[in-house]
């Protein structure tokens, strides 16, 4: 649904589900991406624009709001849903829908348009943006590149340089370090590791372009690309996407395989099952098979699942290294919150390693925390993967895990500071006699599934 086609109702739904998540936010219930997909509202981009852009503006609605007396007039207007409706009636593309609250912002419309002024004249500036404060560590977003990754399985990386070319884009080559990749104006440079990732400077908006919409590029951050990288499962294989949605990932992978073999790709939420399957249809996707179900309940003798040998795991989590979050504050509920989702990981984990002929798995997560990292791995491979060994991947990488045991080092960290990346946490275990992954295959092709 295209935002200019979002009716009355829709509209008003938006700002109530924004002012929602908003709330959320604000309590640590989760991370933006995560709450927005799980909101099963229909428009994802425009919730998550609304939502991202109404806290990224936060303090200076805030100004707004408290200059103009909003809240001592109007006393049942709730806060979380004041802000929306103040950033999209003052900030934003204007109120769309109807609703109470509407009626009840718009009631001070000008006086909020005068104090909007003022702040402008005090501050010394004519745009909207120049209110906001300086990026700092609570913005790191506007620091980060915009990474587009090439889909090979539409097109190739000299094409789609080329088509930038001509858009008035200067291309820079290849990059050579990683202080190359803070750009300025048009300019873009091709990653120095990932050989189908080009890098633009930070805020370029795709959305709208030719080649996103035709799905020969996909806006993915470098280090959401890193774990089907170091996968790279083989064309023709049959590849297990434990929690898929929304699909980056899986679309990497069958451009990887170059749509040959099989991928299995689980998610829980129906809603956001069916945005990937559009999505995946847009990159010219067509070696997968989605399945609506937890892939905990799912039995790895299951004969369908016999010749399975890559699985790529990225389970629920904080979303603590998101760049789009709250900076995460010090809170009672913290090591609660991570204990139960280290408890679900490990058994995530742990299951993904009893498929019979898994040569090959890859863990990540998109938290900083250690609970959720390496003293997950460490567990489930001291209890239950004693066939598996850690493997080390991209030796020139140069964040690696947490020193809490020998093997970390092992691990891949990426972090806006140190790597210009949305934080993230990448595990890869491979069995350690691929000769029995072998004979597994082989002996459920014979006589079918162990029993």
């Given at each position: 649904?295209?935002?200019?086609?979002?009716?009355?109702?829709?509209?008003?739904?938006?700002?109530?589900?924004?002012?929602?998540?908003?709330?959320?936010?604000?309590?640590?219930?989760?991370?933006?991406?995560?709450?927005?997909?799980?909101?099963?509202?229909?428009?994802?981009?425009?919730?998550?624009?609304?939502?991202?852009?109404?806290?990224?503006?936060?303090?200076?609605?805030?100004?707004?709001?408290?200059?103009?007396?909003?809240?001592?007039?109007?006393?049942?207007?709730?806060?979380?849903?004041?802000?929306?409706?103040?950033?999209?009636?003052?900030?934003?593309?204007?109120?769309?829908?109807?609703?109470?609250?509407?009626?009840?912002?718009?009631?001070?419309?000008?006086?909020?348009?005068?104090?909007?002024?003022?702040?402008?004249?005090?501050?010394?500036?004519?745009?909207?943006?120049?209110?906001?404060?300086?990026?700092?560590?609570?913005?790191?977003?506007?620091?980060?590149?915009?990474?587009?990754?090439?889909?090979?399985?539409?097109?190739?990386?000299?094409?789609?340089?080329?088509?930038?070319?001509?858009?008035?884009?200067?291309?820079?080559?290849?990059?050579?370090?990683?202080?190359?990749?803070?750009?300025?104006?048009?300019?873009?440079?091709?990653?120095?590791?990932?050989?189908?990732?080009?890098?633009?400077?930070?805020?370029?908006?795709?959305?709208?372009?030719?080649?996103?919409?035709?799905?020969?590029?996909?806006?993915?951050?470098?280090?959401?690309?890193?774990?089907?990288?170091?996968?790279?499962?083989?064309?023709?294989?049959?590849?297990?996407?434990?929690?898929?949605?929304?699909?980056?990932?899986?679309?990497?992978?069958?451009?990887?395989?170059?749509?040959?073999?099989?991928?299995?790709?689980?998610?829980?939420?129906?809603?956001?099952?069916?945005?990937?399957?559009?999505?995946?249809?847009?990159?010219?996707?067509?070696?997968?098979?989605?399945?609506?179900?937890?892939?905990?309940?799912?039995?790895?003798?299951?004969?369908?699942?016999?010749?399975?040998?890559?699985?790529?795991?990225?389970?629920?989590?904080?979303?603590?290294?998101?760049?789009?979050?709250?900076?995460?504050?010090?809170?009672?509920?913290?090591?609660?919150?991570?204990?139960?989702?280290?408890?679900?990981?490990?058994?995530?984990?742990?299951?993904?390693?009893?498929?019979?002929?898994?040569?090959?798995?890859?863990?990540?997560?998109?938290?900083?925390?250690?609970?959720?990292?390496?003293?997950?791995?460490?567990?489930?491979?001291?209890?239950?993967?004693?066939?598996?060994?850690?493997?080390?991947?991209?030796?020139?990488?140069?964040?690696?895990?947490?020193?809490?045991?020998?093997?970390a080092k092992c691990f891949l960290r990426a972090s806006p500071e140190e790597t210009?990346?949305?934080?993230?946490?990448?595990?890869?275990?491979?069995?350690?006699?691929?000769?029995?992954?072998?004979?597994?295959?082989?002996?459920?092709?014979?006589?079918?599934?162990?029993?």
């Amino acid at each position: 649904m295209r935002q200019g086609k979002q009716g009355s109702g829709a509209a008003f739904g938006l700002y109530g589900v924004a002012a929602s998540i908003l709330a959320k936010l604000e309590r640590r219930e989760g991370s933006l991406k995560t709450l927005v997909y799980g909101s099963h509202f229909p428009n994802t981009r425009l919730l998550y624009a609304l939502v991202s852009e109404t806290r990224r503006y936060s303090s200076v609605l805030d100004s707004i709001i408290e200059a103009a007396g909003l809240f001592r007039a109007e006393k049942k207007l709730q806060p979380h849903l004041a802000k929306v409706l103040v950033y999209d009636l003052l900030i934003g593309k204007g109120l769309r829908g109807g609703g109470r609250g509407k009626a009840l912002v718009l009631k001070h419309h000008a006086r909020l348009q005068a104090e909007l002024a003022r702040l402008k004249v005090q501050k010394k500036v004519s745009r909207n943006e120049d209110l906001l404060p300086p990026a700092g560590d609570s913005d790191r977003a506007l620091q980060i590149p915009r990474y587009v990754r090439v889909n090979l399985l539409k097109t190739c990386v000299d094409d789609v340089i080329d088509y930038f070319k001509r858009q008035g884009y200067s291309y820079q080559g290849k990059a050579t370090c990683m202080e190359e990749a803070m750009l300025s104006k048009k300019k873009f440079l091709l990653d120095l590791q990932l050989p189908d990732l080009l890098i633009f400077p930070p805020k370029t908006d795709l959305h709208d372009h030719q080649l996103y919409q035709a799905g020969h590029i996909i806006l993915q951050d470098k280090a959401s690309c890193l774990p089907a990288f170091v996968l790279n499962p083989t064309p023709g294989s049959h590849v297990i996407d434990a929690c898929a949605a929304p699909g980056n990932k899986t679309s990497q992978l069958a451009a990887i395989m170059k749509n040959k073999g099989q991928i299995f790709a689980f998610d829980l939420d129906a809603k956001r099952l069916a945005t990937m399957s559009t999505m995946l249809v847009r990159a010219g996707v067509t070696c997968h098979q989605l399945a609506h179900q937890d892939f905990l309940a799912t039995d790895p003798t299951d004969s369908k699942y016999s010749k399975v040998r890559y699985i790529l795991l990225d389970p629920s989590c904080s979303g603590s290294g998101m760049v789009n979050r709250l900076a995460e504050e010090e809170s009672t509920s913290l090591p609660t919150r991570l204990q139960s989702l280290s408890g679900f990981q490990r058994k995530m984990l742990a299951h993904a390693l009893q498929f019979p002929a898994l040569q090959r798995l890859v863990y990540s997560t998109c938290s900083v925390h250690q609970e959720e990292n390496e003293d997950v791995v460490q567990e489930v491979l001291e209890q239950e993967g004693r066939d598996f060994r850690l493997v080390e991947v991209l030796p020139s990488w140069t964040p690696r895990g947490l020193p809490v045991f020998p093997e970390a080092k092992c691990f891949l960290r990426a972090s806006p500071e140190e790597t210009l990346t949305n934080g993230f946490f990448v595990a890869v275990l491979e069995r350690k006699h691929k000769a029995c992954a072998t004979r597994c295959v082989l002996y459920t092709e014979k006589y079918g599934p162990f029993r």
